[in-house]
DNA sequence: GTCTATAATATGATAGAC
DNA sequence: GTCTATCATATTATAGAC
């Protein structure tokens, strides 16, 4: 028998709310409206939540959850410029997921509003991302790859564009622009980045 | 006599809704809150705007202003280094502005919600700014300054760490956290920036 | 687990006295 | 220009029938 015993509809209540909290944010989704996208009414959703936070604290469960598992930085740092370029593979296929989508947006509406999620946005994904990126450049300046400097200013210097970059391609697809342009920056980014670093 | 007719009690309206609007977002303020923090009552704030999104519009008419007023790039851009130098005092200035900043807060509460916002975001603050680099980089190139490149690409790489660094600031302010740290981010970035661009 | 009904409160906005 | 009073509506949430 399977382990998950999450109902149906519970599943169909976060998928709803999650569109309607990327949408329009915490506040501006009321709980009729997910009630309605779900095609139940809004007593029967509490049947499943507590509240309106519960729904929202289940949306944003795995808000930050990372695939940048690292097993071995120590060894892989020292690929130099593959070692970036895989990162932002990663981070790239992040920006550009449907639904990690849907969860940035939620983020990025609710990130001065909700203490708590700045909090883990600043734990959980930004320092997260600086530490493993510090301890790589060190690794690559040790190794003589790199020019010497202050790793984890590089590691800020480098993860800034991506963030700047997957906020633009978030903007746009709220509009339906095309986002080709775009997807072609965080390649040149390593690219770039690399040329600045990099002893030749 | 003053050309500004403004009178006394509207610009109250209009600070502490700027207050709140950068706290709570425009749905999470109230017109009763911004009436009760004025010191009037709800119906009296209808005597000075037509309706809540009229004090919205009103408090984020000069969100865009910028003191960015280059009047000559072309020789401007040509002190190289200096240049951006000066671009960057402006942006930190801009950053650690008070009212700036509660403006900047509105800005990214409601970038993604509010499609007017966003497109003015887009057109008088992005790319006007990747417009002025651009074509200080372009001239730079052309001056034998720095290396080549394409010059709109290196304009989103100088802007976008600046842009980080201030929703950092941002995020650390709201929560009353020293930013003496973040605060050299600006004028090291520069630095770090020249010193991959340059040709010595 | 869903429904109808209902409660308590909050909200944007208006009417009219002063 | 501000007040009290009021309204229509929306909101979160609960009670109880089926």
């Given amino acids: 028998m399977p382990v998950n015993r999450t109902s149906k509809t519970k599943t169909a209540i976060v998928k709803s709310a999650m569109e309607l909290f990327a949408l329009h944010g915490y506040k501006g989704t009321s709980v009729r409206k997910i009630a309605s996208k779900v095609g139940i009414r809004e007593s029967a959703l509490y049947n499943h939540f507590k509240n309106k936070e519960a729904i929202f604290l289940t949306v944003c469960s795995d808000i930050f959850t990372t695939p940048f598992a690292q097993k071995n930085i120590q060894d892989d740092a020292k690929k130099g410029k593959k070692f970036l370029a895989g990162f932002v593979v990663q981070y790239k296929l992040v920006s550009f997921d449907t639904k990690k989508e849907k969860l940035f947006r939620i983020m990025m509406i609710e990130l001065l509003q909700d203490p708590v999620l700045r909090k883990n946005f600043l734990d ?77």
Avoid: C
């Fill in 124 to 200: 959980e994904s930004h320092h997260r991302n600086i530490a493993l990126l510090s301890e790589a450049f060190f690794v690559m300046m040790q190794s003589g790859l790199i020019r010497s400097s202050d790793p984890m200013f590089m590691a800020n210097e480098f993860l800034a564009p991506l963030f700047y970059y997957r906020l633009q391609v978030t903007l746009f697809r709220i509009d339906s622009e095309p986002t080709t342009a775009l997807s072609t920056l965080f390649e040149k980014h390593v690219d770039f980045f690399w040329e600045s670093i990099a002893i030749h």
